[in-house]
């Protein structure tokens, strides 16, 4: 079992930063490929980020690519997602996700991959 916090959200305006922080419990973190994912009002929850177990293999959804930065430490049980260049089209809940198999191909990007969930935390981001 995995228990995921998010936090680090907010109110923000359009080109800035924000960094999200996702805390994990339990000793198996590091058997855990994370991923960060965001749904705005009336859409689906979309892929944001992935990261695998080791940190050695990272991929990222086209909209955030060159912006966004995914990071873990395996020694805190934490994940992170840097964010840069805020558009207001960022603005949506973000959650983290822990999966215990990190996939190679674009199976990554489906809700289906993980197992555990955060309970989200708000950006938003004004023009």
């Known amino acids: 079992q995995v228990q995921l916090v998010e936090s680090g959200g907010g109110l923000v305006q359009a080109g800035d930063s924000l960094r999200l922080s996702c805390a994990a419990s339990?000793?198996?973190?590091?058997?855990?490929?994370m991923g960060w994912f965001r749904q705005a009002p009336g859409k689906e929850r979309e892929f944001v980020a992935v990261?695998?177990?080791?940190?050695?293999?990272?991929v990222y959804a086209d909209s955030v690519k060159g912006r966004f930065t995914i990071s873990r430490d395996n020694a805190e049980n934490t994940v992170y997602l840097q964010m840069n260049s805020l558009k207001p089209e960022d603005t949506a809940i973000y959650y983290c996700?822990?999966?215990?198999?990190?996939?190679?191909?674009?199976?990554?990007?489906?809700?289906?991959?993980?197992?555990?969930w955060g309970q989200g935390t708000q950006v938003t981001v004004s023009s």
């Open positions: 990261i695998s177990w080791t940190g050695g293999s990272t």
């Open positions: 996700a822990a999966g215990r198999t990190y996939y190679s191909n674009s199976y990554h990007r489906s809700v289906n991959a993980y197992d555990y």
């Open positions: 339990g000793r198996t973190f590091s058997r855990y490929a």
